[in-house]
């Protein structure tokens, strides 16, 4: 069975600064999806970014990028130039084929004024 | 386009009464799928439905269920409701089922059980 760990349930940076989110997982599938989801206060997850496990490059969304490190089962989220509307929990999750869906249990991240 | 919706927001049951949550997703999804997140489990996968049929089933008990109509919209239900069923409940939909498929979620149910 998959399991996803995130293993700092609470992180707080000042605004402006860069923040990394730490994200494991294990499976012995080969070809799998790693998504990092943002849940805000209103509740909503939404999709921040997701990489594709055959693709060497890491992905990248705007101030949003991640370090995937295959061989170590290591998937962290990189937040570059923090905002307050950055404030949520943040939720690693791990898909492969048709599977169901495996979250990590979040980090509450928190960007002061 | 309307995003997922969930209904009710809120909810208060007591203990042994049953419930119903709605799910309405995005036009055109034919995948919704279920999780239930509370603070000491974090998010855990209930079911996942496409063309009204049951593709996968988390590790709950039968007290839990659900169905989806031929327009896509999705129900679960909670019968017996235990105390330890207090949680918020989301819902998601995707076009298809497939580990590349984005997910839209909807902004969850809140059940209270008293």
């Known amino acids: 069975a998959q399991t996803v760990t995130q293993s700092q349930p609470e992180m707080s940076v000042q605004e402006a600064e860069t923040v990394t989110l730490s994200c494991t997982y294990d499976t012995s599938e080969n070809n799998y999806y790693l998504f990092w989801y943002k849940q805000p206060p209103s509740r909503q997850m939404i999709l921040v970014i997701r990489q594709e496990a055959y693709k060497q490059q890491n992905a990248t969304e705007n101030r949003f990028s991640v370090n995937f490190q295959k061989a170590a089962k290591s998937f962290s989220l990189k937040i570059s130039d923090s905002q307050l509307g950055d404030t949520a929990m943040y939720f690693c999750?791990?898909?492969?084929?048709?599977?169901?869906?495996?979250f990590g249990q979040g980090t509450r991240l928190t960007i002061n004024p | 386009k309307a995003g997922v919706t969930q209904t009710p927001r809120y909810l208060i049951k007591t203990r042994g009464q049953q419930v119903t949550l709605s799910c309405s997703p995005i036009s055109g999804h034919r995948s919704v799928s279920w999780y239930q997140q509370t603070p000491g489990q974090g998010l855990q996968f209930l079911f996942e439905y496409f063309s009204e049929t049951q593709r996968n089933k988390g590790n709950f008990p039968g007290r839990f269920s659900g169905r989806q109509f031929s327009n896509s919209r999705s129900e679960m239900n909670v019968s017996t409701l235990e105390l330890g069923d207090s949680a918020l409940y989301l819902c998601?939909?995707?076009?298809?089922?497939?580990?590349?498929?984005?997910?839209?979620f909807g902004s969850g149910t809140q059940l209270s059980v008293l």
């Open positions: 999750a791990f898909r492969a084929g048709a599977q169901k869906l495996v």
């Open positions: 998601a939909s995707s076009l298809f089922i497939g580990q590349n498929e984005k997910l839209f």
